[in-house]
């Protein structure tokens, strides 16, 4: 098993496990391997330090830049991950199903979908309240 430090575009720093290193090629080349915070494909590979089995206790060291950025990214999956489990996808139906929920039509619910910018643009005009959130792929379902 290959575990690899990677890296998006966006500067969001994760693990990969990869059965092989010509695993992690094939799927890279194949743009499977995605950003878990944005499900950007565009994936550099970081230097990785070789993994130690040590026993024993270490001490606790004060977090670094790094350390803060990998809890923020996890607190952010945890977020998007709840807001997935606790709403309803509408899919590409949500200008329409949020104007329902917003004129009392049907019961007032979490929905989550797709609207072009010019869709949520119009709901906002109206006094909706929407927010743009880019979901990654493995938070919409099973990876495996």
């Not at 990677?6 to 094939?26: Q, T």
């Not at 494909?41 to 230097?47: A, D, T, W, Y």
């Given at each position: ?35 878990p ?32 950025q ?16 606790n ?21 007032e ?7 072009s ?26 990876v495996?």
């Amino acid at each position: 098993m290959k575990v690899l430090n990677l890296r998006c575009a966006n500067e969001h720093r994760f693990e990969g496990w990869f059965a092989s290193e010509a695993d992690f090629k094939s799927q890279e080349s194949r743009e499977l391997v995605q950003c878990p915070a944005c499900g950007d494909s565009r994936i550099v590979r970081l230097p990785t330090a070789p993994r130690l089995n040590v026993s024993g206790s270490r001490e606790a060291t004060p977090a670094g830049a790094q350390d803060r950025q990998l809890m923020m990214q996890s607190q952010w999956l945890r977020a998007l991950r709840h807001m997935v489990e606790n709403t309803e996808d509408v899919g590409e139906r949500f200008p329409d199903e949020a104007r329902r929920i917003h004129y009392g039509e049907v019961e007032e619910r979490g929905i989550r979908g797709q609207a072009s910018r010019e869709e949520a643009d119009a709901l906002r005009e109206e006094g909706i309240e929407v927010m743009s959130l880019p979901v990654p792929a493995a938070l919409k379902g099973p990876v495996q």
